[in-house]
């Protein structure tokens, strides 16, 4: 059964941008206390770039603070990424996630994640 499915990615020149979502959530967070995304380029570990908690308190990742986005529909199952001024750096796998706390982070294995989504940004 497929949890959650990013989608939105794709290609864009320096200071584009896009749009990510992702669907799954149905309305909850699978048990744990935190949502939202996460990056992974190749070669490098996998960043946190934007989570929401259970009181939608959302924090940025300091590498896209102010252009990046995080959102989410009015009924909970569906996560947004609102990318802006986007950067050669930013080019990587983007993954949606539940975990169990936005301060701490998880592990791969304690959260719930979907397949990602490529994005690449050309200069």
């Known amino acids: 059964q497929v949890q959650l499915q990013e989608s939105g990615g794709g290609s864009v020149q320096a200071g584009g941008s896009l749009r990510l979502s992702c669907v799954g959530f149905?309305?909850?967070?699978?048990?744990?206390?935190?949502r939202g995304w996460f990056r992974q380029a190749p070669g490098k570990e996998r960043e946190g770039i934007a989570l929401?908690?259970?009181?939608?308190?959302?924090a940025y990742g300091e590498s896209v603070k102010g252009r990046f986005t995080l959102s989410e529909d009015d009924t909970k199952n569906t996560l947004y990424l609102q990318m802006n001024s986007l950067k050669p750096e930013d080019s990587a796998v983007y993954y949606c996630?539940?975990?169990?706390?936005?301060?701490?982070?998880?592990?791969?294995?304690?959260?719930?994640w979907g397949q990602g989504t490529q994005v690449t940004v050309s200069s």
């Open positions: 929401i908690d259970t009181d939608d308190y959302v």
């Open positions: 149905k309305g909850h967070t699978f048990g744990r206390d935190c």
């Open positions: 996630s539940a975990g169990p706390t936005c301060e701490e982070g998880w592990a791969p294995d304690e959260g719930v």
